[in-house]
């Protein structure tokens, strides 16, 4: 056995926010996207920077402080480009999967809501708003390529007569009476809004990438075989090139005429131009990328430079600054699993065991507000992303994630003591208990039987294609690929017997299975095909045999994360299929959780409480009798942690209280946090 060193992070402190704040003021965790950022804008009005990203969040940071004031987590799908209304606290964002889905949405940031949403066909060529916020444009590839659509309420506008073409940018007159168009063929037009006619037409340099307009829209600037180039928007003559070695993007600040270039390969270089009289003159800002990451997107604004990476880091510098320095980046911890028991929270990370001590997490507690909550850390064994069953009282399984040939382990979470139990071939897919008897099914389709603490199983059997195996009551159900298991995904087992029968169902595949042994109803999810679309679905399967199947929930679309998880004291199941959250069935059908900020995704439940482990790493909490949203909790990479509660309320380790915002939306200022600290030990 290991026996670890005591680690405990105490001092805890509890935070009371809603007493003394208004609605009007916001708790954040200060922490930057999970994944690629690709796109970065400037409100100035606002004087906020947004970024948006591969994890579905749009984030607005105040430059001055650094500090996180907006998040809106709009989908699991990435955000690949975002527009900002000039004149109020609305996001343009288009989300894509891009291949099938793809889907532009106006969001009012400050109230966190979705004004509406519309399908798409392909990710726009470009996407602005008009200087006055009337219009949200955007382009398509197509004869008629520019859509004008009424920026509060989307509908379509008819503005003009004659096809566009294809359009790689629009410029919108500062009156939106007039707008410019430049097509990729080298074709510039002049359009009259009020009219919907074309005015003049005439040639200019073709296939021009990074295109970015004056803000008088006298002058074009772009990139242009090496070299960035203005083109004069009179004449459409390019009247002043600078040779650039391999360049990749180009973004202009419209206010001010710098332009920020991005060139090189894997030694990125960044230049400042300023655009005065359509003359380009280098600037005299040394800036310099940082090292060893790979930049995906930049911006200049407020005399500052902005580079975002690939791995969601953002780093900034100015001109008195000799060095870029980190702006923001992702600082929840990955978490690869967690596990509850009588009052331990377990936590998996690559490196470390977490046990969350508190009697909130205790089995008969109906108290939301703790009145003692503290961490321990220990080593993980296998040091690598591992998966967590709970067994009994505070014991816990323990086997690595993707490792084949490995070992199983049960942790002693008080003693905090690691004791080895067996080895095993293939990789563990899952574990589950029933007593003192232990199934397990790997990759390979071999589900195994033992009974502890003997190594030996008492029952194996390998059927290719399984992907899940649970308990129903002395006999076995098994889930999986129906092409590979008598032509249906569901299947009944004895291990007595060693009879094997199939149940009829219409699913291609089946993912996950639980069984209501007071109801005698099977829970599965899988994928079934109608009319040539894949949809994910949660289905209840009743009867004698379980012969007969009823559609719950379905999502037009794959959804291999979502969870389900079954209340055996009420009989409710809980599920995160479809990406909007959690729901519970009851006999009314189902209903939403209270929302959170985050996607939920592996749900268990333990007394009073149904947890899930979040996209993020992060995890959210609900009370199961109402549905509301207790708390959400965040472990940081430096293992300092923060439990924010839904009323505003939040308990930190003794650093974890530095990655919190309080943000004042009204007066749109950061709040000083120290006013509202209190200790309790």
Same mark, same amino acid.
């Given at each position: 056995?290991?026996?670890?060193?005591?680690?405990? %992070?105490?001092?805890?402190?509890?935070? %009371?926010?809603?007493?003394?704040?208004?609605?009007?003021?916001?708790?954040?965790? #200060?922490?930057?996207?999970?994944?690629?950022?690709? @796109?970065?804008?400037?409100?100035?009005?606002?004087? %906020?920077?947004?970024?948006?990203?591969?994890?579905?969040?749009?984030?607005?940071?105040?430059?001055?402080?650094?500090?996180?004031?907006?998040?809106?987590?709009?989908?699991?799908?990435?955000?690949?480009?975002?527009?900002?209304?000039?004149?109020?606290?609305?996001?343009?964002?288009?989300?894509?999967?891009?291949?099938?889905?793809?889907?532009?949405?106006?969001?009012?940031?400050?109230?966190?809501?979705?004004?509406?949403?519309?399908?798409?066909?392909?990710?726009?060529?470009? =996407? !602005?708003?008009?200087?006055?916020?009337?219009?949200?444009?955007?382009?398509?590839?197509?004869?008629?390529?520019?859509?004008?659509?009424?920026?509060? $309420?989307?509908?379509?506008?008819?503005?003009?007569?004659?096809g566009t073409g294809i359009v790689s940018d629009v410029f919108i007159s500062s009156t939106e009476n007039s707008l410019l168009s430049y097509s990729p063929s080298g074709s510039i037009k002049y359009w009259d809004l009020r009219t919907r006619t074309k005015r003049a037409e005439f040639s200019t340099l073709s296939n021009l990438n990074s295109i970015g307009f004056s803000a008088d829209g006298r002058y074009m600037t772009g990139l242009y075989e090496g070299k960035l180039v203005v083109i004069d928007l009179v004449t459409g003559r390019s009247i002043d090139q600078r040779e650039i070695q391999n360049p990749i993007l180009a973004k202009?600040?419209?206010?001010?005429?710098?332009?920020?270039?991005?060139?090189?390969?894997?030694?990125?270089?960044?230049?400042?131009?300023?655009? *005065?009289?359509?003359?380009?003159?280098?600037?005299?800002?040394?800036?310099?990328?940082?090292?060893?990451?790979?930049?995906?997107?930049?911006?200049?604004?407020?005399?500052?430079? +902005?580079?975002?990476?690939?791995?969601?880091?953002?780093?900034?510098?100015?001109?008195?600054?000799?060095?870029?320095?980190?702006? *923001?980046?992702?600082?929840?911890?990955?978490?690869?699993?967690?596990?509850?028991?009588?009052?331990?929270?377990?936590?998996?990370?690559? /490196? *470390? =065991?977490?046990?969350?001590?508190?009697?909130?997490? $205790?089995?008969?507690?109906?108290?939301?507000?703790?009145?003692?909550?503290?961490?321990?850390? #220990?080593?993980?064994?296998?040091?690598?992303?591992?998966?967590?069953?709970?067994?009994?009282?505070?014991?816990?399984?323990?086997?690595?994630?993707?490792?084949?040939?490995?070992?199983?382990?049960?942790?002693?979470?008080?003693?905090?003591?690691?004791?080895?139990?067996?080895?095993?071939?293939?990789?563990?897919?899952?574990?589950?208990?029933?007593?003192?008897?232990?199934?397990?099914?790997?990759?390979?389709?071999?589900?195994?039987?033992?009974?502890?603490?003997?190594? #030996?199983?008492?029952?194996? =059997?390998?059927?290719?294609?399984?992907?899940?195996?649970?308990?129903?009551?002395?006999?076995?159900?098994?889930?999986?690929?129906?092409?590979?298991?008598?032509?249906?995904?569901?299947?009944?087992?004895?291990? &007595?017997?060693?009879?094997?029968?199939?149940?009829?169902? &219409?699913?291609? %595949?089946?993912?996950?299975?639980?069984?209501?042994?007071?109801?005698?109803?099977?829970?599965?999810?899988?994928?079934?095909?109608?009319?040539?679309?894949?949809?994910?679905?949660?289905?209840?399967? @009743?009867?004698?045999?379980?012969?007969?199947?009823?559609?719950?929930?379905?999502?037009?679309?794959? /959804?291999?994360?979502? /969870?389900?998880?079954?209340?055996? $004291?009420?009989?409710?199941?809980?599920?995160?299929?479809?990406?909007?959250?959690?729901?519970?069935?009851?006999? &009314?059908?189902?209903?939403?959780?209270?929302?959170?900020?985050?996607?939920?995704?592996?749900?268990?439940?333990?007394?009073?409480?149904?947890?899930?482990?979040?996209?993020?790493?992060?995890?959210?909490?609900? /009370?199961? !009798?109402?549905?509301?949203?207790?708390?959400? +909790?965040?472990? +940081?990479?430096?293992? $300092?942690?923060?439990?924010?509660?839904?009323?505003?309320?939040?308990?930190?380790?003794?650093?974890?209280?530095?990655?919190?915002?309080?943000?004042?939306?009204?007066?749109?200022?950061?709040?000083?946090?120290?006013?509202?600290?209190?200790?309790?030990?």
């Open positions: 056995m290991f026996k670890f060193k005591r680690n405990i %992070l105490a001092a805890v402190i509890f935070f %009371l926010i809603t007493s003394l704040y208004g609605q009007a003021t916001r708790v954040l965790l #200060n922490s930057g996207h999970n994944g690629p950022i690709n @796109t970065l804008a400037f409100q100035q009005k606002y004087e %906020l920077l947004f970024s948006c990203g591969s994890d579905g969040t749009v984030r607005a940071w105040d430059t001055k402080t650094k500090s996180l004031v907006f998040l809106l987590q709009v989908s699991h799908l990435p955000v690949r480009m975002i527009s900002l209304n000039p004149d109020k606290p609305q996001v343009a964002v288009v989300e894509s999967d891009g291949l099938q889905i793809f889907r532009l949405s106006l969001w009012d940031w400050q109230q966190k809501k979705r004004l509406y949403t519309i399908n798409l066909s392909e990710i726009p060529l470009f =996407l !602005r708003f008009s200087p006055q916020g009337n219009l949200l444009i955007y382009g398509k590839a197509d004869w008629n390529g520019i859509i004008f659509l009424d920026a509060q $309420e989307g509908t379509a506008l008819p503005l003009l007569q004659e202009v600040n419209p206010i001010t005429g710098d332009i920020l270039c991005l060139s090189g390969g894997r030694n990125p270089v960044l230049t400042l131009w300023t655009l *005065s009289q359509g003359r380009l003159s280098p600037n005299t800002t040394n800036l310099k990328p940082p090292g060893g990451i790979s930049v995906n997107t930049i911006l200049y604004a407020q005399g500052t430079a +902005f580079v975002a990476s690939m791995n969601g880091e953002v780093f900034f510098q100015n001109s008195l600054m000799q060095e870029p320095a980190l702006f *923001s980046s992702n600082k929840i911890l990955e978490i690869s699993d967690i596990a509850i028991g009588d009052n331990t929270l377990l936590l998996a990370s690559r /490196d *470390s =065991l977490i046990t969350c001590n508190s009697d909130f997490f $205790e089995t008969r507690n109906s108290q939301q507000i703790p009145s003692y909550f503290f961490t321990e850390i #220990n080593p993980n064994p296998y040091t690598r992303l591992i998966s967590l069953k709970h067994w009994k009282e505070n014991l816990f399984f323990l086997w690595p994630a993707e490792l084949e040939n490995s070992s199983l382990s049960l942790f002693h979470a008080r003693e905090r003591v690691i004791q080895p139990l067996w080895e095993y071939t293939g990789i563990l897919r899952d574990l589950k208990t029933r007593g003192n008897n232990i199934l397990t099914l790997d990759r390979n389709g071999t589900i195994q039987l033992r009974t502890y603490p003997d190594p #030996n199983p008492y029952f194996s =059997l390998t059927i290719s294609g399984l992907r899940d195996v649970g308990f129903a009551g002395s006999n076995l159900l098994a889930a999986g690929n129906s092409a590979t298991i008598f032509e249906t995904p569901l299947l009944h087992i004895n291990p &007595s017997t060693l009879e094997t029968s199939p149940i009829a169902d &219409s699913n291609m %595949l089946t993912n996950k299975l639980i069984f209501d042994e007071h109801n005698n109803t099977l829970y599965t999810l899988g994928f079934e095909r109608r009319q040539d679309s894949l949809i994910t679905v949660l289905k209840s399967h @009743t009867g004698g045999s379980l012969e007969r199947s009823r559609a719950r929930i379905s999502y037009y679309g794959e /959804d291999y994360s979502a /969870d389900m998880v079954l209340d055996r $004291e009420t009989g409710t199941l809980f599920t995160t299929l479809g990406f909007s959250g959690a729901r519970m069935l009851s006999w &009314s059908g189902f209903t939403n959780l209270e929302a959170t900020d985050h996607i939920p995704r592996r749900l268990m439940v333990q007394g009073f409480w149904v947890y899930s482990l979040n996209s993020d790493g992060s995890i959210s909490i609900w /009370d199961k !009798r109402s549905g509301k949203r207790i708390l959400d +909790f965040y472990m +940081f990479k430096d293992l $300092e942690w923060v439990a924010l509660f839904s009323n505003g309320e939040f308990y930190a380790s003794p650093g974890g209280h530095n990655y919190v915002t309080v943000f004042n939306e009204e007066a749109l200022h950061l709040e000083e946090k120290s006013r509202y600290q209190r200790r309790i030990y």
